[in-house]
């Protein structure tokens, strides 16, 4: 009995500091991306795409994480097309002022919302920062018309 209570409450540790986790990758999304693509992560028209976007994330499979920790390392710009609406001329700066672990979060957070379960590590946002993509090559690994 006192080992079962033990185990519920270890794990109700866990769930808190997996739900405390979720909380503070969204709270980090909102506080460093929301601006420009959306409170929800549903993008602005004419200003920023959608994040939360399952088709691009899905149809990028096990490129996502490199594309997203790309787009982040090196930032985006040129004519880009998500469902449907054009976003032009605004340029995303690289987001470099932000470290690593707090990229890391939001990114594997943006993935998990759009149902695809890969985690982003720290080593993977700081290998994007070594050795950034060009913005043509983020493009060409980009599905069109996503
Ligand atoms: C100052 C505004 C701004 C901020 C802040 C910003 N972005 Fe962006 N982001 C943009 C714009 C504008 C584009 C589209 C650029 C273009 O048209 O080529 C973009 C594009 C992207 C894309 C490519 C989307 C696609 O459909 O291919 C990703 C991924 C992305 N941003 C992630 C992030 C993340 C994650 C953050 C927060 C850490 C962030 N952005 C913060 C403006 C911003």
Not at 43 to 65: K, N, T, V
Not at 94 to 110: D, G, I, N, T
């Amino acid at each position: 009995m006192r080992n079962q209570l033990k185990i519920s409450g270890a794990l109700s540790a866990l769930l808190l500091a997996l739900g405390a986790t979720a909380q503070a990758s969204e709270a980090l999304y909102q506080q460093h991306c929301s601006s420009c693509h959306g409170f929800s992560a549903e993008g602005i028209p004419g200003l920023a795409p959608p994040l939360a976007h399952s088709a691009l994330w899905q149809g990028l499979g096990d490129q996502a994480p490199r594309y997203i920790t790309g787009v982040m390392a090196g930032g985006m710009s040129g004519k880009l097309q998500s469902q449907g609406q054009l976003y032009i001329g605004l340029v995303m700066p690289p987001q470099s002022h932000l470290p690593a672990a707090e990229l890391a979060s939001v990114a594997s957070y943006l993935l998990k919302l759009s149902g695809v379960d890969q985690d982003v590590s720290v080593e993977a946002v700081e290998q994007a920062r070594s050795a950034p993509m060009s913005h043509g090559q983020l493009r060409a690994l980009r599905p069109q018309n996503l």
